[in-house]
């Protein structure tokens, strides 16, 4: 029997952190595990993102993550990513346990297409209160072009 077709089984090996080349055989057309384990962070990560007259400004809840612990980078010149990941306190005090574990864990990422009039030179980001505020300023309007006159000899 293929239990790689069944959707409970990816969800347990999942969660029970089963190596990917394990059941890789019976996936055949199956999205790995990595690209899944993406799409899930991406979908758990809300964002607001606004247009001002000079900047694009993305606000994203961060809340419990320490500024240190947020990677803000672009990738393929025009592709804003922030990621990072939520540890589980390791604290294991004997005769606790969870009784109820609501918040997510894990990896984050949220990926944004950049304008084409985004600076990429001038990218900020700030984390205050679990609130991470990244602030790309614009590039200037160009100049428009003026019409170039040509003088008009007499022969």
Known sequence: MDFGRFPIISILEDMLEVPEEHNEKNRNNNPS???M???KAM???PADVMEHPNAYVFV???PG???EEIKV??????VLVVSGERQRENKENEGVKYVRMERRMGKFMRKFQLPENADLEKISAVC???VLRVTVQKLPPPEPKKPKTIQVQVA
């Open 128 to 130: 205050h209160d679990g």
């Open 37 to 39: 384990r993406d799409a």
């Open 43 to 45: 979908a758990a990560t």
């Open 65 to 67: 993550i320490k500024g």
């Open 60 to 62: 994203v809840d961060m």
């Open 33 to 35: 595990r990595a690209y």
């Open 73 to 78: 980078q672009v990738e393929n010149e025009n």
